[in-house]
């Protein structure tokens, strides 16, 4: 069992920076390929960013070049740099695990944390 805890969520103005972090417990994370994910009110989640376990990463298209996802597995934790941020950001931000790969599919996920809430005021 992995448990996942995001942090770093709050309300900012257009332009502001954010870094989300992901702390996981109950194993190490070096072998888990991580995403970051956010859903708005009244939306689907979708898919932001990944890393994996070899480092690799991927962005959805409205945030390449604003946001860095960054994984530090001695700290068992993942990164979410967010820079330049914008009202259509706003949405609860989930991290995820899973072991392996890290696909750009919510449903591969194994493991989920519970959200961290960023708004983006205009």
């Known amino acids: 069992q992995v448990q996942l805890v995001e942090s770093g969520g709050g309300l900012v103005q257009t332009g502001d920076s954010l870094r989300l972090s992901c702390a996981a417990s109950?194993?190490?994370?070096?072998?888990?390929?991580m995403g970051w994910f956010r859903q708005a009110p009244g939306k689907e989640r979708e898919f932001v960013a990944s890393?994996?376990?070899?480092?690799?990463?991927r962005y959805t298209d409205s945030v390449k070049g604003r946001f860095t996802i960054s994984r530090n597995n001695e700290k068992n934790t993942v990164y979410l740099q967010m820079n330049s941020l914008k009202p259509e950001d706003t949405a609860v931000y989930y991290c995820?695990?899973?072991?392996?790969?890290?696909?750009?599919?919510?449903?591969?996920?194994?493991?989920w944390g519970q959200g961290t809430q960023v708004t983006v005021s205009s």
């Open positions: 109950g194993r190490t994370l070096s072998q888990f390929g």
């Open positions: 995820a695990a899973n072991f392996g790969s890290a696909p750009t599919r919510s449903s591969a996920y194994d493991y």
């Open positions: 890393v994996s376990q070899y480092g690799a990463t």
